[in-house]
């Protein structure tokens, strides 16, 4: 059986142009992506996509659907149209997964038509569409809950679900605790570190307070053969190629060899 395969996310590079950041990942070795659809029309375009993809000899193994507070209008405000454009884009471009959010609180329209048509949209297109853990924001002391489908108890109708580490680490959760919950809905990995001081840090593995190891292993040993995708803020090393490129090798060759056993 496969193992775990290794991606990096586009994320890190949100405001570059996808050609740009394909040639950087291609170049620190890297052989797979997740794009995160942003305004550069080249994330939102299937044609494009698969030339840049061969261009680099990268293979995208994952599109993350516009659902985060700064991509809210690309593709209109219907989360439900963003969900079904980003599936027919993925299709076209041979990508098997989309990662996306789950409904805000004051989303209640959205909340009931996502178990209505994620298993229509799957079957007309082919595609694993799946849904990510979130966290609560902190006020004082307070956690104020944004997402409806925040607590564990409230995926449990979702078919497929995306594990995203940092998440879980500011809603103080265990990452193997979470992982055996999710059994064999878990579709896709969001890997990252957390400071653990209570906001959604997003840091390179290795820079945070979460036990990745323990839990990559784990991801190894239960048979997962999903994708791993490097989900990570590297803003501190925009300014600096050098430690740029060493901290992308860096995370492909540590993170790899974990999932390779």
Known sequence: MAGPRL????????????????????????????????????????????????????????????????????????????IERAAEVAADAGVPTVVTHPPYRWQRGYRRRLHETLPSVEARTGITVGIENMFPIHMGSRPLM????????????????????????????????????????????????????????????GQGVLALDAFLDDLVACGYAGAVSLEVDLRRYLTEPKELNAILVRMREEVGARLAG
Request: charged content about 25%; overall charge negative.
């Open 7 to 82: 991606l990096f996310s586009t994320a890190a590079f949100f405001a570059r142009p996808l050609g740009d950041t394909f040639g950087l990942v291609a170049a620190c070795g890297y052989t797979g992506v997740e794009v995160m659809v942003t305004r550069d029309p080249a994330s939102q375009d299937a044609a494009v996509m698969r030339k840049l993809a061969a261009e680099y000899g990268l293979e995208i193994g994952a599109i993350h659907a516009p659902s985060l507070l700064l991509t809210r209008r690309i593709w209109g405000t219907d989360p439900i149209g963003k």
């Open 146 to 205: 944004l997402h409806a489908n925040q607590d564990l108890d409230e995926l449990e109708g979702i078919p497929h679900l995306v594990l995203d580490t940092s998440h879980a680490a500011v809603a103080k959760h265990d990452l193997i605790d979470v992982r055996r919950r999710f059994g064999d809905r878990l579709r896709h990995v969001h890997l990252s570190d957390n400071a653990g001081r209570g906001w959604d840090s997003h840091l390179p593995p």
